[in-house]
């Protein structure tokens, strides 16, 4: 980070908290930013975001916010040539114990907008966790927020709670969060006219949020579809698809358990078979699919391919 002086937006995103919350600690503990430029709002500088580091560990440790500004006031904090903020954050509490950083989300090596929502989610603070995908979503469109933003931070819920068994209450916040977010991507885009796509999920299949990124990001592309949704049989498949007459599917399996590739198969033998039928999610597996089924290897593959039928179909029409 250097000497990079940093606005309130950009400090909420790397710190996980609402920007409304940052106006707060500054209006009532003076934890506020201290570079200013004439003619330019005040800016947070490296020691600003040392001591706001301290302020919300602290806080999300059950600390009360004035006694955890007392303490991020008095702890020193590095210069610019000093070791990186999140480390004094880290390093001591007050009575001297040392963080063990065990209620943490691992994302890997995702960007500060990540962990900031990694450490919103843990305090489940559904404000910030909208302020943060709703900004990511604007500046950086669909795909790279699922890719860049959220997929880390579900992906480390789950690892979490693999080896513990907890975090369901920071999944089940998150996820509306992000089925919020998405929704609101779908409503505001211009799609025009015929729905051609058809989005569900396997038989059985619960975990939706991916198949709702890939409508957002068809709906930030203009392209109309229908969305089925979670635990849709076969049988339900199949019927909707001869009602409709969709140009592509796109069937999403998140677990083996789920991925039965009869239903592809049933799906390739309707009387109205799609042109393309997409085979998306780690379910399935490459060498199970039937003749015709394309698995793409990810969700900017799945727009894509939307797209590609889509431009092939308005081509025809036109010629």
């Known amino acids: ?35 200013h430029l004439p003619g330019h709002h005040r800016r947070y500088t490296p020691a600003d975001l040392a001591r706001l580091e301290i302020m919300r560990k602290l806080t999300s440790d059950g600390v009360t916010p004035a006694e955890a500004a007392r303490w991020a006031r008095q702890v020193p904090v ?10 004094v954050a880290n390093r001591v509490r007050p009575g001297g114990e040392r963080d063990g950083g065990g209620q943490t989300i691992p994302v890997g090596r995702a960007g500060p907008a990540a962990r900031g929502l990694a450490r919103a989610a843990m305090r489940l603070d559904s404000v910030a966790i909208g302020e943060t995908i709703g900004q990511t ?26 080896a513990t068994a907890g975090l369901i209450e920071v999944e089940h916040l998150l996820s509306r969060c992000v089925s919020e977010a998405f929704a609101t991507v779908a409503r505001a885009g211009s799609a025009t006219g015929p729905a051609r796509l058809l989005l569900s999920c396997a038989d059985e299949e619960q975990h939706t949020l991916p198949l709702e990124a890939l409508a957002a990001a068809l709906a930030e592309a203009g392209v109309a579809y229908r969305m089925l949704g979670a635990r849709v ?35 390739l033998a309707s009387p109205r078979r799609p042109l393309l039928v997409l085979a998306a999610g780690p379910g399935w597996r490459a060498d199970s ?13 799945a727009v894509s391919l939307a797209l590609a039928v889509r431009d092939s179909l308005d081509q025809s029409v036109e010629g």
């Open 289 to 301: 699919l039937p003749a015709g089924v394309v698995r793409p290897v990810d969700l900017a593959e």
């Open 233 to 267: 049989p076969a049988a339900a498949l199949v019927e909707a698809v001869n009602r409709t007459g969709p140009a592509a599917v796109v069937i999403w399996s998140h677990t083996l358990a789920t991925a039965d590739p009869a239903q592809l198969t049933a799906l």
């Open 78 to 87: 590095p210069g610019p040539a000093g070791e990186p903020p999140t480390v």
């Open 1 to 35: 980070m250097g000497d990079e002086a940093l606005s309130a937006g950009a400090v909420a995103r790397r710190l996980g908290v609402a920007v409304t919350t940052l106006r707060t600690w500054h209006q009532r503990y003076g934890l506020g930013p201290s570079q």
């Open 137 to 162: 979503l604007a500046t950086d469109g669909v795909v790279a927020t699922w890719e860049g933003l959220l997929r880390p931070v579900l992906a480390g819920i789950g690892e979490r709670h693999a």
